[in-house]
């Protein structure tokens, strides 16, 4: 691939971007404490001020601003972040992502053990 050692467009940071956040969203823990909480706090909530596509920044800025994030556990937070990511889909005519699929598609594989 001719393109791998150039700096990435948005298109490609989008798809490591949100491949960090899923992965850590599914191995956060359950029953986190406090610590832990705030930290994905303070990581979330930087994204607005430090994401390296501006229009990206400010529009997830908004979003988070009427869906704060939830981050008590595991699963709300895989959800809440499920939404998110539907949000930008919606924005740019993408395809809406069935949620109860977040396991499978970054933690799980498919049941049939393809990926493993
Ligand atoms: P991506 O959207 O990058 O998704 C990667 C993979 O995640 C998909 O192949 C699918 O398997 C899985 N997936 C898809 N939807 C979900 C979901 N809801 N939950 C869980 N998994 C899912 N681009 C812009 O042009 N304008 C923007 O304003 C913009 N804002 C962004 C804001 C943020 C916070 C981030 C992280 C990215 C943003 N992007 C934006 C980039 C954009 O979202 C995509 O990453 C990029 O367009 C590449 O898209 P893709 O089709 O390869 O898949």
Not at 79 to 99: M, T, Y
């Amino acid at each position: 691939n001719k393109r791998a050692n150039c700096p990435p467009d948005s298109e490609e940071l989008g798809r490591a971007t949100w491949t960090f956040l899923h992965t850590t969203a599914a191995y956060y823990p359950e029953k986190p404490t406090p610590t832990q909480r705030a930290n994905m706090l303070t990581l979330l909530r930087s994204l607005p001020t430090l994401y390296p596509c501006s229009h990206c920044a400010d529009d997830f800025g908004e979003d988070i601003k009427v869906h704060p994030p939830d981050v008590s556990g595991r699963a709300s937070l895989s959800r809440w972040l499920c939404d998110r990511h539907n949000e930008v889909n919606k924005k740019l005519g993408k395809e809406s992502f069935d949620c109860a699929k977040t396991d499978e598609r970054w933690k799980d594989g498919p049941a049939d053990g393809s990926c493993d």
